[in-house]
Structure formats: structure tokens, C-alpha cells
């Protein structure tokens, strides 16, 4: 019945399933305002849940993290082209990497370029697809792109530079650059070329990407080991570290705990989903049918696309290597934080998926129940909590009890904030942990980076609660409101220098 309705009522349910996360997260942050007068005893144990749960996120981050390292460390120093040479056919495998590039300056995409250069996989396993967008200048545009070819042309099998010029129907943006790119790359590796697609792969990258040296041995490894591997992603740790010494402490702090979370989230492949950068077989592409050209969001767009597409049978196993990434920098540390500020907004913008996501989820049939519960649980619980966080854990109890004291005269209200702050307390024995895989994963401090400030940036973290606030809450609180309003964003190249 619930099929039949929604497929009836398509439009207005994909319309109800975009208000959603605004409609949920508005509540949530305003319920213990209105209600520490209605029902304040609920307001109370509300708090005190969620700050448990709040607990036991950070135990399991802190957790799967120091876990995530062992397993990074072992794989950087592990023989991968030793065991690689075992398969027969290893030299048959071909990676395509496409690289999006709109006005980023010559020196970030020529460092992404060399770590490709610089795999112990033999360049001639690797094609270099340069996705630039025609909307730029044309001169600039090609003057980077015959540089970078004279300089790595002969390092791969091949370097294409393709030209994107949108489409009607088409959104500005990674995706439909990254669909453009990858059918260009089929015509000319496949139908012209007559490569074999079932040794085929096509790695989402960004501009300012650096690989470790190892990336390609390991992921060519675990593609040939997998007897599932056209129903598989590939993912590594991003770390936005490549520029992290030149950020303001302020969002020094945010990027830092972002590189520490997604570190955290490879061990859990139940919950695991690809983005930033990953890699999935040629031919897994081609059957889900590229990336969606009218969307922003494109990483957990393409998993959903594909788990979707192959009833549920899609995984996502984690290279255990890191991929270092730029963090927001502009010319001024105002422009930094604006940037910073409308960057973590397009990232919590993937909050626009929400509408097709559960709609799927309610009518795709010949999923596992389980399984495709855990995935869509995963893509709300980091996107329809993100603005919540915050309120609930850093003003919590306190702000209800200031505005209703009678409340707080009361056993609860008195004993409510003291739990609430112990619990909070103890909590930050785990930033103990994040910080100190920050300093083995973060690079040597530069020389004109004083000594004397590099010892203090540990105590940057009393920030952030200021910081998670202007950077992470608010943006997302302003993505859940315009997608609620129907205001849409467009995509904007945020800047780096």
C-alpha cells in the first residue's frame, strides 16, 4: 500500500522527503526550549540520552581510529607489488583516474599529478583523465593543461583532457564534469581503445589530491583478490593535511577533527560509504549509469545509485593508506573562514539526497531489510543530526534551566547538568587519542612556522566549541533550511590558494 501510494504521490513525497532533515533538526535543537516548560522531566532525560550516546560516538571513534592507524601503518610498510605479482594477470589491470579541475592554480594539480607519477604501479597501468570545465578561461584552461601533459604525458598509459561544457538540465558542479569525463574515457579506452572493461577502473579525485606511493599496488592488490570486486568501492584515509600548518587555528580545528572522523570510519565497513576520493570498477560504473548530472552531491550519491541499481549488494572496503587533501585557504583569513564557512555547507548540501535516498529505500524491492536499513540509518544519522549536535551537547541543560528555574530547584534539574558535565568530562580523555594520531599523521612543521606556536596548537582545541559552531553547525543548520524552504544551492568552487 505504501509503495503503491508513494509512486502515485512521486513528486509531493520527494517534496516531504527534502523537508525532512530541516523539519527533524529544528525540532530537535527548539524541543528543549519549549519543552522544559511542557514536559521538562523528558526534556531532561532527552539530554541525558544523548549525551551518553554522544559518549559512546567518541569511545568508538577514539576507538576505531587508533585501529584504523595500526592497520595504515602495517599497510605502508607491507610488500603490496610482491603479492600483486602472484596473479598472472596483474599487468591486465587499468586505472583511470579523473581529475575535475576548475581555475585551481598549476602548482596544486601538478602535485597530484606527480603522486600518480610516483606510484611503484607502472604508469603505463594508469590514465590520467584532466576533467576541465569549458566555462573557463580558455587560455588559462589550456595553458595549465599542455603543461602538465608536457611534463607527465609520457609517466601514463595515456593523459586525456577532456572539455565540459554543461548541458541543459545539467547542475554546475563535480558530478556532471566527472559523467562527462568518464563517458569521454569509455569512447576513447573501450570502444576506440578496446580495453577490457573487467580490468577497469575509475577513481573519483579531486584537484588537489596527493597519493601515497603505494596507493595503486594495494588497491590493484585488493581489486584482483576479490572475487566480488564489480560490486565493491575503494576507499582511503583523507586527510586534510597538505596546507594545515597555513590555516587560523580556527579552523585549523574543524579540518583536524573531520581528518580524525574519517580515519575512524574505515574499520566500520557495516557503515562505511565512499567520498572525496574513491574507486570503483569501470564496469560497476557503466551498469549504474554514471553519476547523475543534475545533482551536487556526488560521492554518496554514486554509492546509493549503485546499491539501489544492484539490489543492496554493493560494499565499500577501505585502502588502509592515507590521501592527503587541501583544507580551505584563502588569501586572508577572513576570505578563509567565509570559504571555510560555504565549503562545509556544500559538503552538508549531500543533505539533498535525502529525498531520492529514502524514497528508494521505501519502494526498491529485493533488498535485505537489514542492509538497507544500516546504509540509509548511516546517510541520516550524518546528515539529519549534523546541526543538532552542538545545541544539545554544548548548551544542553543549561539554557532550559535558565530559562525555567523552577525545573532546576527540582531533584533532576539540580542533578541533570552535573551528570551531563561528567559525562562530557570524561569524553574528553578520547580527544587525547585524536590529538595525538593529529601529530603522527599531520606533516613536519615547516620552518616558518615558529616552535613556540606549534606547542600551543593542542590548546587550540578549547575552540571548538566555537569553531564545530561556525563551521560545521551553522552550515549545516543553513543547508537543512534552504533544502526545507526549497531555496537551492548552486555549486561553488570554493577557493584555494
Sequence with gaps: MLKKFLIKHEKKALRFFEILPGLISWNLILFPYWGIFVIPNIVAY???????????????????????????????????MGDLKKFPDWQ???????????????????????SLAAQELPGKQITVVLATEFKEDKKEREKKARALQK????????????????????AVGKSSN???????????????????????????????HVFHPKHYSSLTFKFLDNPDRYRYFWQPAVLLYNNIWKLPAITRVPNTLASIFILSMLPRRDRLINQQNYTLSFK?????????????????????KAFFANKGKIEVEPIYLPLYAD????????????????????WAWGVSDSSWIIYNYLITPGISFWDKTTRVSTFIHGHFLWPVHWFVITIGISLPIIINPAFGRTTLGYLTPKISSLILTIALVFLVVMLILDYIYKPKRPKDFPLWRALLVPLEFVLMPVATFFFTTLPGLDAHTRLMLGKYIEYKVTEKV
Design 327 to 346: 583544507a580551505m585557504q584563502s588569501t586572508s583569513h577572513w576570505r578563509t573562514l567565509k570559504g571555510q564557512y560555504s565549503q562545509v555547507k556544500r
Design 284 to 304: 560497476l560504473l557503466d551498469k549504474t549509469g554514471y553519476w547523475d548530472p543534475d545533482r551536487i552531491p556526488e560521492d554518496w550519491g554514486i554509492f546509493f
Design 151 to 170: 611534463k607527465y604525458g609520457d609517466k601514463f598509459a595515456n593523459f586525456i583532457i577532456t572539455v565540459h561544457k554543461l548541458a541543459p538540465g545539467e
Design 92 to 114: 591486465k589491470v587499468h586505472h583511470v583516474v579523473i581529475i575535475p579541475t576548475y581555475k585551481e592554480p598549476l602548482y596544486i594539480l601538478k602535485r597530484t599529478v606527480a
Design 178 to 208: 566527472e559523467r562527462y569525463a568518464a563517458l569521454e574515457a569509455k569512447r576513447i579506452l573501450i570502444t576506440e581503445g578496446k580495453m577490457n572493461i573487467n580490468y577497469m577502473t575509475v577513481t573519483s579525485c579531486d584537484a588537489d
Design 46 to 80: 532527552f539530554i541525558l540520552i544523548f549525551n551518553a550516546y554522544w559518549f559512546y560516538q567518541a569511545f568508538g571513534i577514539a576507538f576505531t581510529s587508533v585501529l584504523s592507524h595500526m592497520r595504515i601503518q602495517a599497510s605502508m610498510h607491507y610488500d603490496w
